[in-house]
């Protein structure tokens, strides 16, 4: 199984503030063949499923504010808040769907300062 | 927009099987993948396993020998069972759907989830 680490596990970033959340994997999730990263970021609010931010570990889902980012290849990612704001406070989680099982790390909990 | 709702029983006795059914509308299960997903109280999330709309199944093996993943294109539900449970089981269940069509892809679409409990 491929496992997903994140970190740190919990943040605490000022409103309006840059949030970093970082991701790595045990084996590198990049499929060469079309030069795709098979990674995913959610953010889950309380009481609430997960919801699809960013896939193939740097293209943002429809809708999904730009203040999100991602970014990485191989083993290494990052989930970028450039500025945070309130609605932002979550668990956020990656995931790789590269090979079966698919795997999520075990998510960062973002708070506000 | 494509939307999925969980529905089964929220509370299976120990050693029985957990059954849960995932209705799709809004658009068709044909031609795309379909995930159950589950998450403990206060934990993190484990895919379970999913389905192609043909019926073709891939499954996580730390649960591959008690689970079942079955679809019913004409009533578009896909559905979840999960043999022999134990409190280890307890959790929110969701469905979702894959980006795209893809079996390797990020999942889109999710239901709300369905707390199940595992209780005598």
């Known amino acids: 199984d491929i496992v997903m680490t994140q970190s740190p596990d919990s943040l605490a970033v000022s409103l309006g503030e840059r949030a970093t959340i970082n991701c790595k994997s045990s084996?590198?999730?990049?499929?060469?063949?079309?030069?795709?990263?098979?990674l995913t970021w959610y953010q889950q609010k309380p009481g609430q499923p997960p919801k699809l931010l960013i896939y193939w570990a740097s293209t943002r889902e429809s809708g999904v504010p730009d203040r999100f980012s991602g970014s990485g290849s191989g083993t290494d990612f990052t989930l970028t808040i450039s500025s945070l704001q309130a609605e932002d406070v979550a668990v956020y989680y990656c995931q790789q769907y590269y090979s079966i099982p698919i795997t999520f790390g075990q998510g960062t909990r973002l708070e506000i300062k | 927009q494509v939307q999925l709702q969980e529905s089964g029983p929220g509370l299976v006795k120990p050693s029985e099987t957990l059954s849960l059914t995932c209705t799709v509308s809004g658009g068709s299960i044909s031609s795309y993948y379909w995930s159950w997903i589950r998450q403990p109280p206060g934990k993190g999330l484990e895919w379970i396993g999913y389905i192609y709309y043909s019926g073709s199944t891939n499954y996580n093996p730390s649960l591959k020998s008690r689970v079942t993943i079955s679809v019913d294109t004409s009533k578009n539900q896909f559905s979840l069972k999960l043999s022999s449970v134990t409190a280890a089981d307890a959790a929110v269940y969701y469905c979702?759907?894959?980006?795209?069509?893809?079996?390797?892809?990020?999942?889109?679409?999710w239901g709300q989830g369905i707390l199940v409990t595992v209780s005598s």
């Open positions: 084996q590198s999730v990049l499929y060469t063949s079309n030069n795709k990263n098979y």
């Open positions: 979702a759907s894959h980006i795209g069509g893809l079996a390797a892809a990020g999942l889109d679409f």
